[in-house]
């Protein structure tokens, strides 16, 4: 089961360009349940998102469903993967940039593969990603689409940004032909669905992405996936991080120098990252640690409130936390974990040696790193296992 959607849906007021933030999936070519689950499943999660946190995953759809509520999401952070399909087209025609911060096979940012039955003549003939021009990390994987015209012969040069980026395109449609007013490059037939260049098109100039081919037309270089002007408010996207509308290379800190006191300040316009948002304040279920919103503090600090704010401080002694589950390792180092999570066992193992494992005997007083435990949280117990 998935959290219900208004535990995941969050609104961004703090940037214009922003209003629609969801979480997406690691589930690869994994399917749950039947058919019509999954897609209401897709479509709860996805419906009015503009920004996937994470990565966008369509697979196994053996039916041609309505998709139209993919067509607001502007940005996927993580990879897109659109597999195993039997749809003809994937509405993400607003769709500006794929981020890539974590890469399907470790490769590609964009990943479209076997999108056909094996018995029929339906598939997916287009990919229908007009607006699509950057990917700033990952390569293209685009494989074995018996009916896709058009998807795999754009020029994906001009998209990714990393030059040496991987690009497998084979055993996919007979290519379709363009409009006469797109040159080579298109998503379709239609005089709308020519591919836009911003990269490759560029005047020497410029260090980025480019509106047109003068030295004039370069944009700035905080902006990712174009722009309709010079400055960083003219941005499709933000290469870093979005500040109430502006691209910026960090948020605004915490902290601020002060040249006339020669001293540090608390900063009164100081924001957090949330992805590649600035926020003034961290959405609901994250915890502020420094200057970012995570969804869990790191192993050496533990989750305070302070003032009704859940923050990320560094523990005094052991960490009120851990991992979910624990044994002795053979060396005997062993770390004591207070705060046990909420669905596992400790599971502790008293052997006076296990052969078959080269474990050498544990000293039963080894179980007093137990002693400053405080809490052991959720419906499962602690339990021990003493073999004599």
Known sequence: ?????DCLLENVSSSPLVSEVCPGTQNGLSSTGSQQNQYNLIKERYEGCEIVMGNLEITQIESNWDFSFLKTIREV???????MNHFQEIPLGQLRVIRGNSLYEKRFALS?????PKDGSSGLRQLGLVNLTEILE????IINNKYLSYGPWIFWRDIVQDSTAPIEIQYNGEKGSCHKSCGNYCWGPNEHQCQILTKM??????NGRCFGTSPRDCCHIECAAGCRGPLDLDCYACRHFNDSGACVSQCPQSLIYNKQKFQMETNPNAKYQYGSI???QCPTHFVVDGSSCVRVCPPDKMEVDRD???QCEPCSGFCPKGNSETAFPSSGSFLTWLLLPLYRHVHVSVFHRDDFKNIPPLDAKKLEVFHSVREITGKDGVRFHINK
Do not use: H, W
């Open 77 to 83: 952070t993580g990879y897109i993967l659109i597999a």
């Open 201 to 206: 098109v560029c005047a020497p100039q410029c």
């Open 308 to 310: 009704g704010q859940k």
């Open 112 to 116: 479209v593969f076997f999108n056909y």
């Open 138 to 141: 990952g390569g293209v994987q």
């Open 1 to 5: 089961t998935i959290p219900r959607k």
């Open 278 to 280: 600035c926020v003034s």
